[in-house]
C-alpha cells in the first residue's frame, strides 16, 4: 500500500493536483502564524536583560536560519529520491529547492550581520557558524549554477543531485558548530535536549515565527514545484487539461 502511495506521488498530474489543493493550506496558516509571531515578539515580548531590544532580530534570523538547513535537507534528499527512482516529480522538487533556500540563507546571514555589529562590534567574523553558513549558500548557488550551465534536463538532474547529496555533509556541522568549536556565536537556547532557557514570554513567538517560516516555506515549494512540473511536461497532454481548469477556476 504504501509502494502504491509513494509511486502515485511521483505522477506529475497528481501531484500537480495535490499541490493546487494543498498550496491553501499552508499559505493562510503561514501568514497568521507570522503575524501573531512578529506581534509577539517585536511588541509583547520584553527586552533581553543583556541585548536590550537588539535581541528581537532573533524572530526573523533564528527561523530563517532554521529554513535554511531544512530547504537543503528536502533538497538533498528529493535529488537521492530523483537519482536511484527516476522520478520527475523528485528532480522538479529538487530543483524548485534551490532558489528558496539560497534565499533564507541569505536572510540568515544579513540579519545575523545586522545582529553582529552591535553585539560584536563587526558585521563579520569567521566564526565556525558563520562560515559554515555562507559556504551553505555557495552551495546553493553552485547548485543553481551547474543546473543553468547544462542544457539537457536529465543531464541538470543528475549533476545537480550529485552535488546536492555531496553537500548535505556541511548541514551537521553547522547545527553542531557552536558546540564542537569555540564559537561567538551564542549556544543553542531553542534546538537543543532537556528545557529551553528561554522565557515562555520570548519563546511562544518564536515558535510560532518557526511554524509560520516553515508553512511558507511548504506553500512556496508547492507553488515553485507546480510550475517546475508544467515546464518539463509542457507537451504532455495533462498540462493543457491543468491549464484549461486554471483558467476556468
Known amino acids: 500500500m504504501a509502494w502504491v502511495w509513494f509511486h502515485r506521488f ?18 493562510w496558516p503561514a501568514a497568521l502564524l507570522c503575524l ?14 543583556q541585548q536590550g531590544d537588539g535581541f528581537r532580530i532573533i524572530y526573523v534570523h533564528a527561523p ?8 537543503y535537507v528536502v533538497m538533498a534528499t528529493s535529488a537521492a529520491v530523483g ?19 539560497a534565499s533564507f540563507t541569505a536572510l540568515a546571514l544579513a540579519t545575523g550581520m545586522l545582529w ?30 551547474l543546473r543553468n550551465s547544462i542544457d539537457d534536463v536529465g543531464r541538470a538532474d543528475r549533476a545537480s543531485a550529485v552535488l546536492a547529496i555531496v553537500g548535505v ?3 551537521p556541522i ?23 532557557t528561554m522565557p515562555a514570554a520570548m519563546l511562544v513567538p518564536l515558535l510560532l515565527m518557526l511554524a509560520g517560516f516553515t508553512a511558507y516555506f511548504v506553500a512556496l515549494l508547492l507553488i515553485r514545484a507546480r510550475g517546475e512540473l508544467l515546464r ?10 491543468a491549464a484549461g481548469a486554471t483558467a476556468t477556476g
Open 10 to 27: 511521483g505522477s506529475p498530474p497528481h501531484f500537480y493536483r495535490l499541490a493546487t489543493r494543498l498550496t491553501p493550506w499552508f499559505a
Open 36 to 49: 501573531a509571531g512578529l506581534i509577539g515578539g517585536l511588541v509583547l515580548a520584553p527586552p533581553d536583560y
Open 64 to 71: 530563517a536560519a532554521w529554513l535554511s538547513l531544512m530547504v
Open 83 to 101: 537519482l536511484i527512482w527516476r522520478m520527475t516529480v523528485a528532480y522538479a522538487v529538487s530543483a524548485s529547492c534551490a532558489v528558496i533556500g
Open 116 to 145: 553582529g555589529r552591535p553585539m560584536w562590534g563587526t558585521y563579520w567574523e569567521w566564526d565556525p557558524r558563520l562560515t559554515s553558513e555562507l559556504l551553505l549558500l555557495f552551495l546553493y548557488l553552485g547548485y543553481l549554477g
Open 169 to 171: 555533509v556541511n548541514v
Open 174 to 196: 553547522i547545527h553542531y558548530s557552536v558546540i564542537w568549536w569555540n564559537s561567538l556565536h551564542q549556544a543553542p537556547s531553542v534546538m537543543k535536549f532537556g528545557r529551553p
Open 232 to 241: 518539463r511536461e509542457r507537451n504532455a497532454h495533462w498540462t493543457a487539461e
